[in-house]
């Protein structure tokens, strides 16, 4: 098994009243696989990818990636595991604006002194497509190429784990597909892959559908079928994504 959460709570306090953002998580991911987690704004989409990253630990229960348990190393650690062993796609494109997409994508190479080839990077941003912009800066760049340049950094150091935070939320319709596209190829190179959305265009991508609300997670891969053909909408309460385009910013 490449991920093992076990029970994970991850306790909040707002005011005087505790909540849950994530309430009793247990599941398993095995190597290679392609997970959908769906879910509203605010269902703790984002913080279950947090502790499956190592990037939070939770208030109790477990998780492990590859047999290392994430959810009790120090920051330290974990931030050299994740850099070493996890691709995360964080929800903004989370790339430095002062540096080049060349720059961002050998970042996380240089940061541990390995300082690998910029010919590797070059060759990963031909393939994402967006070669001929090695050298411009994010605020160059269409909200598609960000996020395409955001990947090819996570893929730099050949992780075995790909995590992505609504990875289309603010793209047309055409650079959503583009970017669904490449993770599907992504994953069939055998890197597992999770999406979080909340766009159910981009769901159909995945071979298992994870469904989170209020913190508790179900598994509702036997929505993926009518989720395909385009019906599940009204069960999901969810709006279409990429086919009715958004105006204004999305809160997620
Ligand atoms: N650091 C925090 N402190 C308090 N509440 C938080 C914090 N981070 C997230 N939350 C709350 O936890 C819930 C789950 O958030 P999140 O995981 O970001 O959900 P999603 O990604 O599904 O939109 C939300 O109600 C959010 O407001
Ligand atoms: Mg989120």
Do not use: W
Not at 18 to 23: L, P
Request: a neutral charge; one cysteine or more; aromatic letters at 6%.
């Amino acid at each position: 098994m490449l991920v093992e959460v076990e029970g994970a709570t991850v306790v909040y306090r707002r005011g005087n009243a505790e909540f849950r953002a994530v309430d009793d998580v247990s599941l398993g991911l095995e190597r290679g696989e392609f997970v959908t987690v769906m879910g509203r704004s605010g269902s703790g989409k984002t913080t279950l990818l947090n502790l499956i990253a190592g990037a939070q630990h939770p208030t109790s229960g477990r998780v492990t990636v590859d047999g290392r348990d994430v959810s009790s190393m120090s920051d330290r650690d974990s931030s050299r595991f994740r850099n070493e062993r996890i691709g995360y796609v964080p929800q903004r494109h989370g790339l430095l604006p002062s540096l080049t997409v060349l720059e961002n994508v050998l970042l996380s190479t240089q940061l541990y002194g390995r300082g690998k080839d910029p010919e590797e990077a070059q060759d990963l941003l031909d393939r994402l497509g967006i070669g001929g912009l090695s050298g411009a800066f994010p605020r160059e760049m269409s909200g598609g190429e960000q996020r395409r340049a955001s990947i090819a950094r996570s893929l730099m150091n050949g992780p075995d784990l790909i995590l992505a935070d609504e990875p289309t939320s603010d793209l047309d319709r055409e650079s959503a597909r583009t970017v669904m596209e490449l993770l599907s190829r992504i994953n069939e190179s055998g890197t597992a892959v999770v999406v979080v959305t909340h766009e159910y265009d981009a769901a159909v991508y995945g071979r298992r559908l994870l469904y989170m609300e209020s913190g508790r997670i179900r598994d509702a891969t036997d929505r993926l079928e009518s989720l395909r053909s385009g019906m599940a909408g009204a069960f999901f309460g969810l709006r279409r994504g990429f086919a009715g385009k958004r105006k204004g910013p999305c809160r997620s």
